[in-house]
Nanobody, 114 residues
Framework: QVQLVESGGGLVQAGGSLRLSCATS????????MAWYRQAPGKQREWIAR???????AYADSVKGRFTISRDNAKNTMYLQMNSLKPEDTAVYYC????????WGQGTQVTVSS
């Protein structure tokens, strides 16, 4: 059983920064591609960033240049550093494991005030 737990969300002013963490249990982390998704109120869940087992990364255009995804295999943890936050970044942020996401966290709320 793989469990993913996000943390680090909160309320921040526009232009500020937050760092999300996704702690995982189980032995699959180092062998799994990982990703971050978000879902804003009234909108579909969208993919925003992914990181492969070898550390290759990709980003959605909406966050490219502002967000950085990383992973620490020794700690079974993935991170999302979010800088220059905008009100439109307000959403529940989810981490997911697998090239086709198989496991999901419960989400953490990020609210960016203008």
């Amino acid at each position: 059983q793989v469990q993913l737990v996000e943390s680090g969300g909160g309320l921040v002013q526009a232009g500020g920064s937050l760092r999300l963490s996704c702690a995982t249990s189980g032995s699959l982390f180092s062998r799994s591609s990982m990703a971050w998704y978000r879902q804003a109120p009234g909108k579909q869940r969208e993919w925003i960033a992914r990181i492969s087992t070898t550390g290759s990364t990709a980003y959605a255009d909406s966050v490219k240049g502002r967000f950085t995804i990383s992973r620490d295999n020794a700690k079974n943890t993935m991170y999302l550093q979010m800088n220059s936050l905008k009100p439109e970044d307000t959403a529940v942020y989810y981490c997911a494991a697998g090239v086709v996401p198989t496991y999901w966290g419960q989400g953490t709320q990020v609210t960016v005030s203008s």
